[in-house]
């Protein structure tokens, strides 16, 4: 199966060699041909959560015609995934964009679902020794709809055990530009989160999006709590870990 890699800002930029090598790797395990296409750029998330939609168009325009002959792309982020769901919404009135961006939202794919729907699998074998608890992202379980499929990849991770995380629905307060317009409001929902990560006792805190693993893991640094902060891309390639 080929798979083209939609590797986003924050991992290419931030996480390359945790997030970005983490997937590739467990990709190819799963049996998979993976290829980055060099001209890909930002999905245009940012742009389009402020009300830029005529610079959300241009964007989105590269990004369909990068991707327009691969056979599946794939993700490490809800919240990126989500966004190229939405580039049919732009062209509303523009027909022949409209099909070219409905095409690539038909194969594009956050990593655990592809794992779990499409490929079929829910065990790859990871072996984790530690307790963690999961941080549900708003924007891939309330607009992308997955779910079920992280939980169950961590479920099946030799010698995890997971932990659910009070309030999981709630969210940490990063929200893109939310963060900066609305620092007061944010610092106050992330300390909300943070509290609640304490509350499960574990010591590794496990998400899909980085935004969010960015804004949770930089508040519990600041405020010395001993958690671990890991992108699930990392835990199911982990082989033989042990965190207490």
């Known amino acids: ?9 924050l991992a290419d930029a931030v996480y390359p060699s945790s997030v970005g090598r983490s997937t590739v790797e467990l990709l190819e395990r799963l049996g998979c041909n993976v290829s980055f296409p060099r001209n ?11 009300g830029y939609q005529k610079e959300t168009q241009k964007v ?17 982020s809800g919240s990126c995934a989500t966004m190229v769901q939405e580039y049919k919404k732009l062209f509303s009135d523009d027909e022949k964009w409209q099909k070219k961006a409905e095409e690539l939202a ?20 990871a072996e984790f020794h530690g307790t963690v608890t999961y941080h549900s992202s708003c924007h891939m379980t309330r607009l992308l709809g ?21 309030f999981k629905e709630h969210c940490c307060g990063f929200g893109g ?30 998400g899909s999006d980085l935004g969010c693993l960015m804004n949770i893991g930089g508040r519990i640094e600041r405020t010395g709590r001993p958690v671990e902060v890991r992108h699930i891309a990392e835990i199911l390639n982990s082989r033989k870990e042990v965190h207490t």
């Open 177 to 206: 530009t939310f963060a900066v317009k609305m620092m007061p409001i944010s610092q106050q929902m992330v300390d909300e989160k943070v509290q609640h990560i304490e509350e499960t006792k574990a010591a590794c805190l496990v």
């Open 146 to 166: 997955v779910k079920e499929a992280p939980v169950r990849l961590l479920e099946n991770v030799s010698g995890l055990t997971l932990t659910e995380l009070p």
């Open 60 to 76: 989105a325009r590269h990004m369909i015609t990068t991707f327009e002959d691969a056979e599946w792309v794939v993700t490490p």
């Open 1 to 9: 199966m080929n798979v083209s890699l939609f590797i986003t800002c």
């Open 40 to 50: 890909q750029t930002c999905c245009g998330q940012p742009a389009f959560n402020s």
């Open 106 to 125: 038909s194969k594009t794919y956050e990593l655990t679902q592809f794992i779990v729907d499409v490929l079929g699998v829910e065990n790859v074998g």
